[in-house]
């Protein structure tokens, strides 16, 4: 068949979106289908020497790529810079090659778009649903108009769709509950398990880090709703007890001024890194005493599972994670993988604290949890053959 993806974020550029639907392209390019992803070009720090400045000839399918607006971080969000992404993609639906298939990750807007180009040329729409951000305004104070039309734009193309992948049970009920005529999948998340592993070099910069005192790293991208600001905090209050514990951030995103900010009026030593290949934040992982994750309560991501996490236990490092959803279930079932824990300072500090120290004994065991339960290979498989499935059946 011929499968193609649209997503305004994707390989070579770090995010959990990219890793996910690299996954997911090698996963039908394997079953035989001919697939063509849809997206836009990288930005400078993202592009690697030579004529092949994206890694593109060595996909095993093809990639087609459309400058892109972007915010002062470098991040395709806001509404300026979804649509500037969404308004050439429904031409470029509409006067490209006919697809068999279309697979659309988030924002909504993209989402409609997609839909109405790929109806007017009869082309099933698959939607990825890795969260519901029309709770997501709801919470973060949005006016009712703007979640309104959000939710609308949700609704339609659900139940539009011909399919739509969840990440997790929540995400699937909040959908169905949005739109009940929608046919949902819950085919889970990961992590690319080949790239994030437990053999590997440390960077010289990490290892001169972790030589003067253990550190936890904080990867991928930092927003408000994630309230990464309490691992900041934290590492203050484990320094007031007299605990030497660093801080790394490595990554983007809207939140990271006020991090800095944080760090600088605490006197945390805290270094902030730019975004790296995802071979580069493997390796950072390595070299960590332990990696942080955090979701902010009622910021209508309660049911989120950080793909960060899976990334860390991948590389056998284990994860301290602050705030609610599945994540809290899954540590608290598998102590060797980390803590779970409140959104809260002393609780964090006194989780900290506890991990720090405990790579050593269950590096092997986490690494191998990782490959059994939360490879990438996995959730591209469900999803490829709940597509072929349903485009069977119609």
Known sequence: MRIAIASRIFEPEPSAASFRLDALA????????????????????????????FGDADRSYAVTRFPVLRDRSGYVRGYLQYLSFDVPL??????????????????????????????????????????????ASESTGAPDAVVKVVRWFERFAWNSARGVFSVNDGVTDRVREIAPKATVQTVG??????????????????????????????????????????????????????????????????????????????????EFHDPVPP?????????????????????GYDFAYPTKIFAAWACGTPVVYAGPGPARAVLSAT??????????????????????????????????????????TGVARRAVEFTHARLNAA
């Open 26 to 53: 090698n996963g039908f390019s394997a079953a035989g289908d001919d697939v063509r992803v849809l997206t836009v070009r990288p930005t400078a720090a993202n592009e690697r020497p030579g004529p092949d400045k």
């Open 90 to 135: 429904f031409f470029r639906i509409l006067f490209g090659p006919k697809q068999d298939a279309l697979i659309v990750e988030p924002p909504p807007t993209t989402v409609f778009f997609a839909t109405l180009a790929a109806k007017i040329r009869r082309i099933p729409v698959f939607a990825y649903a890795a969260d519901v951000w029309s709770d």
């Open 189 to 270: 998340n990961g992590i690319n398990t080949e790239t994030f592993t437990r053999a590997g070099h440390v960077p010289a910069a990490a290892q001169q880090l972790a030589a003067e005192a253990p550190y936890a790293i904080y990867t991928g991208t930092a927003s408000e709703w994630q309230g990464a600001e309490v691992f900041v905090q934290a590492v203050a209050e484990l320094r007031n007890r007299g605990e030497d514990l660093r801080l790394v951030f490595l990554g983007q995103g809207t939140a990271l001024p006020e991090l800095k900010n944080t760090a600088a009026e605490l006197g945390v030593p805290v």
């Open 279 to 299: 071979e580069q934040a493997a390796a950072w992982l390595r070299g960590a005493a332990l990696s942080v994750a955090s979701i902010r309560p009622g910021a």
């Open 335 to 376: 102590p060797a993988l980390g803590l779970g824990v409140d959104h809260d300072v002393p609780a964090v500090a006194d989780a900290l604290l506890a991990v720090m120290d405990t790579k050593q004994a269950h590096s092997a065991a986490i690494a191998a949890w990782a490959q059994d339960n939360v490879s990438l």
